[in-house]
């Protein structure tokens, strides 16, 4: 696909928790349908009950298959456990396999990277390995603000594209027009 080395780029959507990134990537997607694009990675869907975040299900976006990847923390402790999340094993390995056969690919999602890979070197290293490859035409990661300065260490050719509450209504057409930009600039 790309040589890793030439226009690869990576978009950095970072934002505050529960400010829409992952839908804001959903719409995305929608628009980009038609294209019959090679979209690959992960997103992570929140699971709610009654307006509250419960769980986390992960989607391989080539062929739709959907796992419960985390449930909130009820206290535990361990390998795969951060202050808000108890995550599955089985579906964490299942997760990187996804995220290790997604390139080559057009658009490259990973939603999200998080404390596990960049404090701890666990969860989705594969992941890691799959966006510094540089094999797509773009790739978009969601990426918390307190971990920005960190993922923009790791992959220099980042374009930061940051979700507020206020800006969120307009930033489905920005985000769209980048992703496109950088699809049509690879060929």
């Known amino acids: 696909m790309?040589?890793?080395?030439?226009?690869?780029?990576?978009?950095?959507l970072s934002g505050p928790r529960g400010v829409g990134k992952t839908t804001?990537?959903?719409k995305m997607l929608d628009q980009l349908k038609?294209?019959?694009?090679?979209?690959?990675?992960?997103l992570s869907l929140p699971v709610e009950e009654k307006g509250v975040k419960t769980a986390i299900d992960?989607?391989?976006?080539?062929?739709?298959?959907?796992?419960?990847?985390a449930i909130r923390n009820t206290g535990a402790s361990g390998q795969w456990i951060t202050h808000q999340w108890q995550?599955?094993?089985?579906?964490?390995?299942?997760?990187?396999?996804?995220?290790?056969?997604?390139?080559?690919?057009d658009l490259l999602i990973?939603?999200?990277?998080?404390v596990l890979e960049f404090e701890r070197g666990q969860g989705w290293l594969e992941g890691l390995k799959a966006v510094d490859n540089g094999f797509y035409k773009a790739t978009v990661i969601i990426i918390r603000p307190e971990l920005l300065v960190e993922a923009q260490q790791r992959w220099s050719r980042n374009i930061i594209f940051e979700i507020t509450?206020?800006?969120?209504?307009?930033a489905l057409a920005k985000l769209s027009d980048l992703v496109t930009d950088l699809l049509l600039s690879s060929h």
Not at 2 to 12: E, G, Q, T, W
Not at 34 to 42: E, K, M, S, T, Y
Not at 87 to 105: G, I
């Open 87 to 105: 995550f599955d094993a089985d579906a964490m390995q299942w997760a990187n396999h996804v995220l290790k056969s997604s390139t080559p690919c």
């Open 110 to 114: 990973v939603d999200e990277f998080g």
């Open 2 to 12: 790309n040589d890793p080395n030439a226009k690869s780029r990576v978009i950095l």
């Open 24 to 26: 804001l990537i959903l």
């Open 165 to 170: 509450q206020e800006t969120r209504d307009a």
């Open 58 to 69: 992960g989607i391989d976006l080539r062929s739709g298959e959907t796992r419960r990847l």
């Open 34 to 42: 038609p294209r019959q694009l090679d979209i690959a990675g992960i």
